[in-house]
């Protein structure tokens, strides 16, 4: 009885581990990479997120230039096919450049100098498959204040 019991449970415990790797690989995304832009001007250094009822959510970080590339939490790159809520979120704390990679110990944040703000997009952004070249302005969202 114990060792049916043992082997019910590692066969158990395989199945799930084979469908859920196989369930990672086949989730339907495409590739979103775009611009965050404010009246025409970049929008630096905020945090991009598309959030889909259909899987796991996909998050980008602007560079200088506003551009970003979403990244779903599995690794996989790109965001969900389908319509996607979107936010923007500016002002989150920066990571010092100049720490040294081997360093072992707490590195404090860099407190950003802009407002800490979470711009919510009203409509959904529908992804499509393929690449998706997306421009998002800011001052068309709801802003969320979080100071």
Do not use: H
Not at 8 to 22: E, P, T
């Amino acid at each position: 009885m114990k060792r049916s019991c043992v082997i019910l449970f590692w066969a158990a415990l395989i199945c799930l581990g084979v469908y859920g790797c196989r369930n990672r690989d086949s989730l339907n995304t495409a590739i979103v990479q775009g611009k965050v832009v404010n009246s025409g001007k970049p929008v630096t250094e905020a945090e991009v997120s598309f959030v889909s009822p259909a899987g796991p959510k996909a998050t980008g970080y602007t560079s200088t230039d506003g551009t970003f590339e979403l990244m779903i939490s599995t690794g996989k790159s790109g965001a969900m096919v389908g319509p996607n809520a979107v936010e923007v979120v500016t002002g989150l704390p920066k990571i010092p450049t100049d720490v040294d990679p081997n360093f072992k110990g707490f590195v404090p944040l860099i407190k950003s100098n802009d407002p800490f703000v979470k711009y919510r997009f009203n409509d959904p952004i529908l992804v499509q498959n393929g690449t998706n070249e997306i421009v998002l302005d800011v001052g068309q969202a709801t802003a969320i204040k979080m100071d």
